[in-house]
């Protein structure tokens, strides 16, 4: 039988790390100034390659944290940093500035990887599947995970209404916005994977 339980835990679990309302206003700010046409591909993309790297992870994800001596923490951390870095240009606003910037699919990065397919979201998935046990709540599991990714391109491919809505002042206020939020995921991403660094020496 189809395990309703745990594809409500690991939909909803996804849900929250993921927040589909949350890389709304990211999604935007990272797009603007594109085509309606290109904006379209690009949420279909980044919900696309989001799900091939929790599905890699999925699969074999603990067996490539351990060849390459690779912990949890460190993925955190160098998730956050990258995370920092996007968040800085769109406080300063240099993101806007370089035409060839224009020309960047940043459907792939930032947010296909590690926006979307995160360290937490790819933590939550290798312990899921590891955790499933038999065809039924393995099934569950992936089916958690293809519907959460169907309800993040539905978000992102729909809220581009809300371009045609706030104009280009709102856009810049957006970006700006996001900056601060995405700063302060990426802050909140290194400090868990610090934590995570101080536990495992403490252990």
């Known amino acids: ?96 500035e370089p035409t060839q910037t224009k020309d960047v699919n940043v459907a792939l990065v930032p947010l296909g990887m590690p926006l979307l397919a995160g360290p937490g979201a790819i933590v939550t998935v290798i312990l899921a599947v590891q955790h499933a046990d038999g065809v039924e709540q393995q099934t569950s599991v992936w089916l958690a995970i293809i519907a959460m990714h169907a309800v993040l391109w539905l978000t992102m491919r729909y809220s581009l209404a809300i371009i045609r809505l706030i104009k280009e002042g709102g856009v810049v206020l957006v970006t700006r916005l996001s900056g601060m939020l995405l700063s302060a995921i990426a802050v909140q991403s290194v400090a868990n994977g610090v934590f995570g660094f101080v536990h495992g020496q403490g252990s």
């Open 1 to 96: 039988m189809f395990d309703f339980t745990l594809f409500g835990s690991v939909f909803v679990t996804l849900f929250v790390i993921m927040d589909p309302p949350g890389i709304t206003p990211i999604f935007l700010a990272l797009t603007s100034g594109r085509a309606t046409k290109v904006q379209r591909r690009m949420a279909w993309q980044a919900a696309s390659v989001a799900l091939g790297v929790i599905t890699v992870f999925g699969i074999c994800g603990q067996q490539i944290l351990d060849y390459l001596h690779v912990s949890v923490p460190a993925l955190r951390v160098a998730g956050g940093l990258l995370l920092l870095l996007i968040a800085l240009d769109l406080l300063t606003g240099k993101a806007d």
